[in-house]
């Protein structure tokens, strides 16, 4: 976030060159020990070649290919563009196109460009490329006549597969890249300097590395097998994973989403035992929720019960507690004939007749409400958000292992997962003891002041400012602050929403409420009755304001 009175910084001519240096310098610095031969040879070629040919091979490999058309390139910060092509050809990161697709042929040409080059009909341009094929030329042809007209050749950028791996270094994810340092550099993102060591990064062993490679590889096939809608490869590649023993924790994560993607492709085909089997392996939710539909489908209740009593005791998540109060006692009806009374929600709720408003009717409400109150916020999760982010500011940007890879993170890796508060625990009981006894209004405008602009998922800094933090931390108490606090590290992901739409406040602490407001039609989604339902248990003020529209 900038400042209001800041503007971008200008970017540097090549300035996609030096942050390309810094990912390269940063990976080697962090993983040299696991580089395989590939890659080791990749520095070697890319630093052996001259300033302008190091600058076009990242704007080529940046960019969407994998063929370019050299006659078409135009890079004016660079000298010889020419000598720039050779350069790279020679040092086998670039590689001469010797044929051409119709599909890539597509891609490299205007429409214009095709009908005056091959002679073909006007028309649409996916067509124009059926024609193409219609004329079954050698795809050679389609290079020469390119190539004839261009004067130049066409050229790809070699070595994609390992950029990607030190991307996938660099960043920890593959959705990451150098756009992010471009962000950084502008100063439209300012990232917090939490600490990088050696000692915590992701990958801790080149096996590590490759597992979450063969997984990443997985995923794309299931992708393609899905797209293709091509069942026995489904099947296939479900039997594959039940082979696989994947034990390296940084791809168990990634494996456990793909074991439940499968898996419930699997159930919609009818392969329920192949589905069950791939959800035994998960360890992520909604793997046990799923077993237990299944179970209780195939008549197999006694199973069905006891993994309901065990995600009783033990839930991963919001969503799998609910999902185990809605299954277990309709399995304990049909197994033992006991019925248990349905659990009926009794929100305390008030009516509000306002003037028909164009505008949005928690503005209108909040406006209806403020004779009642000293101050009547329209805040829905940012507010709670934000207090939980600046609280546990230190301890999210903890040097936990695989939790930071690059300077470039607004939120740990596992910050919404299910390990996020077993890896702190002891550094979230150290903070929850100190915040059971500061002023937390002082704590809090403290960390605001020390934290204000960083990234952070849980703080958007344009949403509130100091004193909303201040009046909140002032008047809600503590014990209610820290009730929900606790809530929210039992699942970061599912209770970041669901938060009241407004939060009126008092003059005096312990003076506020926060308030759901729905207009006609409107109802209550699942988050919000799972927050309103905790406020209830913890005596936290709330209510839901239905509204009316009175008639003009």
Known sequence: MLPPDREPAALSPHYYRDNFHKLLDAVEDQ?????????????????????DAQCLY???????????????????ELGDLAAAVRELLDAGLAVQAQSLSVEELGRLCTLPELVQLFGVAPGEKALVLESLRLLADDERRHLQVLASADRAGVIAPAAADVVNRLQLLFFGNRYQGLTDFVLSDLGVARYYPYELDRNQRLFSR??????????????????????????????????????????????????????????RQLERLGENELAIALYCRSARHPARERRARLLEAGGDLVQAEALCQQIAEEPWCEDERDAAA??????????????????????QQFDMALPADSGRVERSAARA??????QVLYVENQLMNALFGLAFWEQIFAPVPGAFNNPYQSAPTDMYEQQFRVARAALLDD??????????ESELRR??????????????????????????????????????????????????????????????????????????????????????????????????????WLDD
Not at 31 to 48: H, Q
């Open 31 to 51: 993983y040299l020990d696991i580089l395989n031969a590939e890659e080791l040879s990749f520095y070697e070629a890319y630093r052996g070649l001259g300033f």
């Open 58 to 76: 990242v704007r080529l490999i940046s960019r969407v290919g994998p063929w370019f058309r050299v006659a078409q390139l135009q890079y004016p």
């Open 206 to 263: 080149r096996e590590a590395l490759d597992a979450f490679l063969a997984c990443a590889a997985a995923e794309d096939a299931w992708q393609q097998a899905l797209e293709q809608d091509d069942v026995p490869a489904m099947c296939a590649l479900a039997e594959a994973l039940l082979q696989d023993v994947c034990d390296e924790p940084v791809a168990k994560r990634r494996r456990d989403r793909l074991y439940n993607r499968v898996a």
């Open 326 to 347: 809605r299954i277990l006692p309709r399995v304990r009806r049909k197994l033992h004939g006991t019925r248990q009374p349905r659990r009926r929600d009794d929100f």
């Open 369 to 374: 409400l403020q004779a009642q109150w000293d």
């Open 431 to 440: 903070r929850l003891a100190e915040l059971s006894t500061v002023s937390l």
């Open 447 to 548: 960390c605001w002041r020390a934290y204000a602009g960083y990234q952070c998922r849980w703080v958007n800094w344009d949403a509130l400012d100091e004193n909303t933090v201040a009046a909140a931390s002032r008047v809600i108490p503590r014990e209610h602050l820290l009730a929900i606090w606790q809530r929210m590290l039992f699942d970061p992901r599912e209770n970041r929403r669901g938060f009241p739409d407004l939060l009126a406040l008092g003059a005096r602490p312990g003076h506020y409420q926060m308030i759901e407001v729905k207009g006609p039609g409107d109802t209550l989604q699942e988050s919000q009755k799972r927050w309103l339902r905790f406020f209830a248990s913890a005596d936290i003020p709330a209510a839901v304001a239905r509204v009316q």
